[in-house]
């Protein structure tokens, strides 16, 4: 086996999940792991296969929803020579290179119900038939199956197969979201970090600021520990300062950089007043309009707030960092800035 990373977390729901992991691996049974995107379902299948008297003996790794299903037929359970057009020779099988070991089906629910009857036998007998072949073909695999979806509901409606998931559900090991161990975030984020330092070739992480940790800790992370790697990584790799507190963090690479949308300052436009009914005059430049409004409420709210930024979001009926990114917008965000509205006001 490739070597497994150390699971990494502290919180009592991550915790309880690897003490259930634990006492599964040393049986030679069918697992069904359950898990968000980016929870990491491979990670537990991994720890899984090492805990196992297995550790020493192929992972095999396949995900049924990347494949159409002839080619997933095909690859779990290989071919014959002419089995069908351009097969021109044998294809051994995922199982067969798993033999002795462990097998992970990712996407497990996606898989069509010819392959679900195929898997069934695999688990009842140990044996299978490659395609296009007559010769039954035993292996010696444990299978672990691995899903978002809900698949007792699937079986309900007919579309998964009742007693493979009988089979597979052996035991069921449930991933904790990111959101169920807030505990974890700040752990996994310093871990992120400290390891995209050193591939950058930086000597040390200085840490997050109190702010930036606020703002990691208040996201709910819907891609999970994946999602956060992926939010440290461009955050630490971004930082003009490396030898500060990291900051910034990068929530969405896809917001709008400031100079594609920077607002002409409101010295030279002041917030508009529109005359009532008809009395607007035409032509006029809208985007320009709705910005110069745009910066007028934020400066507005500002003042009302006494420059309280948290408050001044409330009373736009935005949240506190909905509210720093128009800032930014809007040439807001630093002090320099709103200590001149200040003045201003």
Not at 108 to 132: C, M, N
Not at 208 to 226: C, H, I, K, M, S
Request: hydrophobic residues 40%; glycine residues 8%.
């Amino acid at each position: 086996m490739d070597e497994v990373p150390t699971p990494i977390g502290r919180a009592p729901a991550f915790l309880g999940m690897l003490d259930q992991v634990s006492r599964l691996a040393p049986l030679r049974r069918p697992v069904l792991v359950i898990g968000e995107r980016g929870t990491g379902k491979e990670l537990v299948a991994a720890r899984l296969a090492l805990l196992s008297d297995r550790w020493d003996r192929p992972l095999v790794k396949l995900n049924c929803a990347a494949l159409p299903e002839a080619l997933l037929d095909s690859e779990l359970f290989g071919h014959e020579a002419g089995a069908f057009t351009g097969a021109q020779k044998r294809r051994l099988s995922r199982f067969e290179r798993a033999d002795g070991g462990t097998m992970f089906l990712d996407e497990i629910g996606t898989a069509s119900q010819a392959v679900q009857e195929k898997l069934l036998r695999v688990i009842e007998y140990g044996s299978f038939e490659r395609v296009g072949g007559s010769e039954t073909i035993r292996v010696d695999v444990r299978l672990i199956g691995a899903t978002n979806a809900d698949l007792p509901a699937m079986a309900r409606e007919g579309r998964f197969r009742a007693d493979l998931l009988d089979r597979l559900a052996f035991d069921v090991v449930n991933v904790p979201p990111l959101r169920a161990r807030p505990e974890d975030i700040s752990l996994l984020a310093g871990h992120f970090a400290t390891r995209m330092s050193a591939e950058l070739g930086r000597k040390v992480f200085a840490g997050f600021t109190d702010r930036a940790l606020e703002r990691l800790q208040a996201y709910d992370w819907p891609g999970n520990v994946r999602e956060l790697r992926n939010v440290v990584e461009r955050s630490v790799y971004r930082m003009d300062r490396p030898e500060k507190a990291l900051d910034e963090i990068v929530l969405d690479p896809f917001v709008t950089p400031e100079w594609q949308d920077m607002a002409v300052p409101a010295e030279s436009n002041p917030l508009p007043t529109m005359p009532a009914g008809n009395g607007l005059t035409f032509p006029r430049d809208f985007g320009e309009d709705v910005r110069t409004h745009e910066r007028g409420l934020l400066e507005a709210a500002l003042r009302e707030a006494q420059f309280s930024q948290r408050r001044a979001a409330e009373l736009l009926g935005l949240t506190y960092y909905q509210f720093r990114h128009h800032l930014r917008l809007h040439g807001l965000a630093d002090k320099e800035a709103r200590k001149a509205l200040s003045a201003k006001g």
